[in-house]
């Protein structure tokens, strides 16, 4: 059984706002390490992909992308054992090369953490993987909550990530922002009742509220705005 909603808490989530950030290519540019973890990982398993698929399966959650890559051979035990693989290829990556946040990034985390905005980090990244790079931001302290591929059953473009997010930082979803480099996170960010920011570094469309090809380019009152449409 739910709990119920006390009145006061009614009133802290009607005014709390809230950032929800995305990752993999919108906080950070991983795209290189996750390529060569993913390769690795296969070759491995004695299967070849090429980039192009892996550009495909960007953002998506392991249990969606390995299935399709093993075909027939896609087992349980099989997928598990590849998407360990993998992940502890990408965290002894960002362990050993270091990763550096994208431009924009470290002054809006900062800038928006001044202004009491509530801040969460909404991926489909294991847990783990998120620790371990906002660690080597030195980010850790931004965020009010994490929700990562652990937490929930559904991936983007279904929109449970962002709704426990807001949960957990206790933010009403049309008090939401969502930070977003992919369509089905954008997606997501609407089906959730959320404004979305889509960060397009690649050229590729976004069906967002606003779209930038870097944070930088956003104005100071990016999010305050965007919040009162």
Known sequence: MSRRVTFDEGLQMSAARAVLWDMDG????????????W?????????AITRRQFLASFGQRNDSIIPRWLGAGATPERIERISTAKEELYRQLVRTEGITALPGVASWLHRL???GWLQAIASAAPRANIEIVLEALSACHFFQAIVSA????????????YLIAASRVGASPHRCIVVEDAVAGVEGARSAGMRSIGVNRN????PADVVVSSL??????????????
């Open 26 to 37: 919108t906080l950070i540019d991983s795209e290189g390490f996750h390529w060569i973890s």
């Open 39 to 47: 390769r690795n990982a296969m070759a491995s398993e004695g299967i």
């Open 113 to 115: 953490h001044e202004q």
């Open 150 to 161: 652990d937490d929930v059953h559904k991936g983007k473009p279904d929109p449970e990530v």
């Open 203 to 206: 050229g590729n469309h976004l």
């Open 216 to 229: 930088e380019l956003l104005g100071a009152d990016a999010f305050e705005r965007l919040l009162q449409q």
